[in-house]
C-alpha cells in the first residue's frame, strides 16, 4: 500500500499527528511531511490544523478515507493470496492493545504468540476506539480492548481483566482523565454519574505513563488501574462496579484458519494469566 495513504489513514483515526507517529513508529514532523506530499499530489487540504493539539478533517479527507477502505481491504486480501502461493507462507498480523492492556495483558500472552513460526506480529498501543476502527478496516487483524462494544461485523469475547481504583492526591480538585475513546474515559464518566461529580477542573492526558508521573510530582488526582499506581501513591478502593473485563475483538466475517487459530490462542494466554 502506498507509505503516504497508510499515513493518511492512521491520521484520520487518530485526529493527532503525535499519537500517529507513535502508531507508526516515525516521527511527527515525518507524519507531517507525508500527509503534506500527500495534500500536494492530491492538490486538496486534508486537515484542517488551527493550532490545536487535535485536527479536523475537510470533506477531501472523508471522501479518501471513505473510498480507501475497499482498497485497503484489496491490498491485505492479495498480500494474503500471494503469501499462501508460498510452500511455508509467513502472516504479516497486527494486532492492537489498548494501553492498560498492552501492559498487563500483553507481556502474558507473548511468550505463546512468540511461538507461532509463520506469523509476522506487529503490536500497536492506542485507545479502544481507534482499536475498534482498525479491525473494522482491516488494518489491525484483533485487538484487546477495555470497554464492550456492539457493532456490527464485530465479535468479541471477554478476557479477563483489572481493578479500578482512585490514586493520586484524594482531596485535589484537578482530575486526571484520559482521552474520548479510551476505556478508562468511559469508566471514569461512569464513575462522575454514579457520584454525581462535576469536576471543578480536568486535564486530559492521553498516556497513562504520563498519568502516573503527574501523579507522583503530587498534581491531581485519578481512575486508573490499580497494578499501574507506584506504591507510595494514595490509593482509594473503588468497588466490585469497577473491576473490569478486556474484550478480544475481531471481525466476523475472518475466513484465514491461521488467524482463527491465533485468535484461540490470545483468549486461552489470557485466561491462563487469571
Known amino acids: 500500500m502506498d507509505k503516504l495513504i497508510a499515513t493518511f489513514l492512521v491520521v484520520y483515526e487518530t485526529r493527532n499527528f503525535s499519537v500517529a507517529a507513535r502508531q507508526l513508529f516515525i ?15 492530491l492538490g486538496v487540504t486534508l ?9 479536523e478533517p475537510t470533506q477531501a479527507a472523508k471522501r479518501l478515507y471513505e473510498a480507501s477502505q475497499p482498497l485497503t481491504a484489496q491490498w491485505k486480501s492479495l498480500v494474503n493470496d500471494l503469501q499462501q502461493l508460498d510452500q511455508h507462507p509467513t502472516w504479516q498480523v497486527a494486532l492492537g492493545f489498548s494501553q492498560t492492556a498492552s501492559v498487563e495483558l500483553l507481556p502474558q500472552v507473548m511468550p505463546s504468540l512468540l511461538k507461532l513460526g509463520n506469523f509476522e506480529l506487529s503490536l500497536h498501543t492506542m485507545n479502544s476506539e481507534a482499536i475498534l476502527q482498525g479491525v473494522l478496516n482491516q ?5 484487546v480492548i477495555e470497554k464492550p462494544m456492539v457493532v456490527d461485523g464485530l465479535v468479541q469475547t471477554t478476557l479477563p481483566g483489572d481493578q479500578l481504583v482512585l490514586a493520586g492526591d484524594l482531596e485535589a480538585p484537578l482530575w486526571l482523565v484520559r482521552e474520548p475513546g479510551s476505556g478508562v474515559r468511559h469508566y471514569t464518566e461512569a ?3 454514579e457520584m454525581k461529580i462535576h469536576p471543578e477542573k480536568t486535564l486530559t ?8 508521573g503527574l501523579l507522583k510530582a503530587g498534581v491531581g488526582k485519578t481512575i486508573i488501574a490499580e497494578s499501574l499506581v507506584p506504591a507510595e501513591l494514595p490509593v482509594a478502593p473503588l468497588g466490585a462496579a469497577f473491576k473490569r473485563h478486556f474484550y478480544l475483538v475481531g471481525r466476523s466475517d475472518q475466513s484465514n484458519p491461521q488467524f482463527r487459530a491465533l485468535w484461540e490462542m490470545i483468549e486461552t494466554a489470557a485466561v491462563k494469566r487469571s
Open 27 to 41: 516521527s511527527q514532523p515525518s507524519v507531517s511531511v507525508q500527509i503534506n506530499q500527500l495534500e500536494s499530489r
Open 191 to 193: 464513575y462522575f454519574r
Open 139 to 143: 488494518s489491525l487483524v484483533y485487538g
Open 47 to 55: 486537515f484542517n490544523r488551527n493550532g490545536r493539539r487535535q485536527i
Open 205 to 212: 492526558v492521553d498516556s497513562n505513563q504520563t498519568i502516573v
